[in-house]
Every structure is written in structure tokens, then in C-alpha cells.
């Protein structure tokens, strides 16, 4: 299987997990909108996460590959990449469930860019992966334990 076709699991009540299979490309728009699932784990095959796909669930965050495209709009679900990106860090540091001004980096990235240097000023603390890894130019740089 290639795509989820848009709406194709919207409003489905009954759907609480899904194995999403590798080779997995495109999940259309709105393909899980309001079902009860509470986790999803992106293949690395996907490249492109349709509008709203997993609006309505309760799911707090969602890792994609580094090459996918995700439209998070209205989504209410976090987005992140697998290498932290500063897009990634803006639109979480803004999103409406940072409480206590902490931003937690989930455990699926695997990586940090350099460039990931604007925070909103909502933010005063961010709890990184501990396996996690910044890219510079030159090298890769281990992340020490975070202190919070």
C-alpha cells in the first residue's frame, strides 16, 4: 500500500492503533480526523502527511522523516521531524500545550540542526532525547543529559 486516501478512516470511533507498513508514501487529508487512536508511528517511507490527517485524536505528537512534508494546520497534534528542525522548535515552543514553559523534544528525534536557535519567549526550558545528536558543519555533537 502506497496512499491512505483522504477520509478514509474519519470518524471511525472503533479505531484505537494502527500499524502503518513501510512503503507507506502519502496519508491523505483528514485520513484518521476524529478516531481514538492515542499513538501512531510514521514510516520512513511517508513523504506527505495531508491537512488535518490526525485532527481529533488524541495524539499528542507525531515524528516524520526528515524528507516529509506534514500539514499541521489546525492539526491539534505536534509535529516534529526526525532531526529537530527550527521550524519544528517555533511552531511547538508555540503551541498550546506547553505548560510550565517546558518543551519536551520527544524521545524519536534522533537529531538537532545547528541552526535550531529561535525559541518563543513562552519557552525557558526545553528537555532534549538523551540520545540525541546536533549537526554541525564540521561534526556530530552529543547532547549532554538536559537539566531542567
Not at 489546525?74 to 517555533?90: I, R, S, W, Y
Amino acid at each position: 500500500m502506497k496512499t491512505i486516501e483522504k477520509d478514509a478512516f474519519n470518524e471511525l470511533k472503533k479505531l484505537t492503533k494502527i500499524n502503518l507498513p513501510e512503503g507507506l508514501e502519502t496519508i491523505g487529508d483528514h485520513a484518521f480526523k476524529d478516531t481514538n487512536l492515542k499513538t501512531v508511528s510514521i514510516p520512513s517511507t511517508v513523504t506527505n502527511i495531508g491537512k488535518d490527517a490526525f485532527a481529533g485524536t488524541d495524539i499528542p505528537y507525531i515524528v516524520v522523516p526528515d524528507n516529509a512534508t506534514a500539514d499541521a494546520s489546525g492539526a491539534g497534534t505536534l509535529v516534529f521531524h526526525q532531526n529537530l528542525t527550527q521550524e519544528d522548535v517555533t511552531k511547538a515552543s508555540e503551541w498550546k500545550d506547553v505548560s510550565a514553559n517546558i518543551l519536551v523534544i520527544p524521545p524519536e528525534v534522533t537529531g538537532i540542526h545547528e541552526d535550531v536557535s529561535e525559541v518563543s519567549n513562552t519557552v525557558t526550558h526545553i528537555v532534549f532525547p538523551t540520545d540525541a545528536w546536533i549537526k554541525t558543519t564540521s561534526s556530530l555533537q552529543k547532547v549532554s543529559k538536559p537539566k531542567v
